[in-house]
């Protein structure tokens, strides 16, 4: 009888095991179903932001070349008010030579 119900009762706790096990096994697969999600997850996110960092990068570039060809065009318009005004002190000095001139006439 008593070895009957050590029988019973290790069956029960042998089946209650198995039982926990599978149990055990079936979260384990979850957790590594949502993880294999989560890291896919945050790889597709990180290749977003590597393109959209990428793209600003290229934006920033661009804008850093039309800086300087507008500092390029403004030195360039620098040079040429700078003529202008060459232009302009001698047309002035002209004229007051001409001026000079016709006043001796």
């Known amino acids: 009888q008593r070895r009957q119900e050590v029988r019973q009762s290790l069956s029960a706790l ?3 095991t198995e ?4 149990e055990s096994r079936k979260r384990v697969d979850e957790v590594k179903a949502s993880t294999a999600e989560a890291l896919q997850s945050a790889q597709l996110r990180l ?3 590597k393109t959209a960092s ?3 990068a290229a934006k920033a ?8 060809a507008a500092e390029r065009r403004l030195c360039g318009s620098k040079g040429l008010v700078a003529e202008a005004s060459e232009a302009l002190r ?3 000095a002209d ?3 001409v001026i ?3 006043n001796e006439l």
Do not use: F, T, W
Not at 19 to 22: I, S
Not at 61 to 68: D, F, R
């Open 61 to 68: 570039e661009a804008s850093v070349a039309a800086a300087a």
């Open 90 to 92: 001698r047309a002035q």
């Open 54 to 56: 990428q793209a600003a």
């Open 19 to 22: 039982q926990r096990g599978h």
């Open 14 to 16: 042998k089946m209650s």
């Open 47 to 49: 290749e977003e932001v």
């Open 100 to 102: 000079l001139v016709c």
């Open 95 to 97: 004229k007051e030579q």
